[in-house]
C-alpha cells in the first residue's frame, strides 16, 4: 500500500515561513517524480514544484526565489520550504508521486497566510 502523508502545515503571518514534509511508504521518492500542488476552494489544483530525479527540480513562477523542493532520500520525504509567504499562498498543498502510469496523492495540509 503506497501512502503520501503531507505535515507541516498551519498559520503563518505574511512574510513568515514554512516547511512542508511528503513522507512516503510503499514507494521510494527517488525512483518516482514528486511534486507538489495547491488548491483553493473554487479553483483548479495547481502545481507548485516538482522534482524529477536528482537535481532536475521546476518551480512555478509565483513560487520563484521563495519556495524550495528538497528530498532526503534516507528518510523518503520530499520538503517544500516556503519562505516570504503571502496571504495568496493559502491553500491546501498536496503532494504527489507519479511514475508511467502510476499517481498516487496525499491528503493534503492547510497553509493559512494570515495577520
Known amino acids: 500500500q503506497v501512502l503520501l502523508v503531507e505535515s507541516g502545515g498551519g498559520l503563518v503571518e505574511p512574510g513568515g515561513s514554512l516547511r512542508l514534509s511528503c513522507a512516503a511508504s510503499g514507494i521510494r521518492v527517488s525512483e518516482y517524480d514528486m511534486h507538489w500542488y495547491r488548491q483553493t476552494p473554487g479553483k483548479e489544483r495547481e502545481l507548485v514544484a516538482q522534482q524529477t530525479g536528482p537535481g532536475g527540480t521546476y518551480v512555478a513562477p509565483f513560487a520563484e526565489d521563495r519556495f524550495t523542493i528538497s528530498g532526503d532520500y534516507d528518510k523518503n520525504t520530499i520538503y517544500l520550504q516556503m519562505n516570504n509567504l503571502d496571504p495568496e499562498d493559502t491553500a491546501d498543498y498536496y503532494c504527489?508521486?507519479?511514475?508511467?502510469?502510476?499517481?498516487?496523492w496525499g491528503q493534503g495540509t492547510r497553509v493559512i497566510v494570515s495577520s
Open positions: 504527489c508521486a507519479r511514475r508511467l502510469s502510476d499517481s498516487f
